[in-house]
């Protein structure tokens, strides 16, 4: 793997109909490192996700990957680079688990080739990283919310791709397996320098996992950087309209949002 690729979005703009959900949108993400993108409902972290990997043209601007726009490659050079999971996938009816997370390996595939055991390798790899190598043999309609997500996870990373875009990689699984999923994550970023970049709801996740943080409000970067920069008592209020105390994790040293509910205020 390498840390090379730069991946970046130039004067984005991107909707659908007639409604306008990301504008005049500029960022970078860093290279070989962990980025989190958080916001309030429909301020376009998923649209940003899509457009970046390919899923969805853009209006204006354009999005690029290592000096080339994204809409102009062919998906399979692309997805040989680039993966995504995205927040709702729907699986073929009746296919098993071990035949979807295969389905990560059609990008390394040339037409007629045969199945070689580096694809069998990266499977079992990736179905032994997110702990389903149990649920082989079963058929992805048969598992739990729960269950099913970290099977989608390992087609992703079956994918083998050298920049990972999630969106909500941690929906429908309990606490335990939210943090599983997360430093699986890092693991892959420390080991194979792979560059993540996820989109959480959950601020404190987000500030605890990230290297680099973005905040959209309402179609447009409000603000990015080290978590510590990012997650302010100002950015709280203005990204999701919500008073906080923000303070230091006793456990990463990262900030940590405690928000101030109205029935919570001591007199």
């Known amino acids: 793997m390498t840390t090379t690729h730069s991946l970046a979005a130039e004067h984005l703009t991107l909707g659908y109909g007639d409604r306008t959900v990301v504008e005049s949108l500029d960022l970078a993400v860093p290279p070989g490192r962990i980025t989190v993108i958080v916001g309030a409902n429909a301020c376009g972290k998923s649209t940003l996700l899509r457009s970046m990997s390919r899923l969805l043209a ?17 998906a399979k050079e692309l997805a040989r680079t680039l993966g995504l999971l995205p927040q709702s996938p729907v699986a073929p009816e009746g296919i098993t688990v071990a035949d979807l997370v295969g389905r990560g390996r059609h990008p390394h595939q040339r037409a007629f080739s045969r199945w070689k055991k580096a694809d069998d390798d990266a499977v079992a790899a990736a179905l ?140």
């Open 128 to 267: 032994e990283a997110t702990r389903t190598t149990s649920l082989a043999d079963r058929s992805v309609d048969e598992l739990s919310g729960g269950q099913r997500q970290r099977v989608w996870i390992a087609m992703a990373l079956a994918q083998q791709t050298d920049l990972l875009l999630l969106d909500e990689p941690t929906t429908f699984l309990d606490a335990s397996h939210q943090i599983e999923v997360l430093d699986l994550l890092t693991d892959l970023n420390e080991t194979r320098g792979t560059t993540i970049v996820m989109v959480l709801h959950d601020l404190n996740l987000a500030a605890r996992y990230a290297d680099h943080l973005i905040a959209l409000a309402s179609g447009r970067l409000h603000a990015s950087g080290a978590p510590s920069d990012v997650l302010t008592r100002e950015t709280v209020r203005t990204v999701f309209g919500l008073d906080s105390r923000v303070i230091e994790d006793p456990v990463s040293g990262r900030p940590l949002m405690l928000p101030i509910g109205r029935h919570h205020v001591r007199a």
């Open 58 to 74: 853009p209006r204006a601007g354009r999005v690029v990957l290592d000096g080339k726009e994204v809409h102009r490659l062919p």
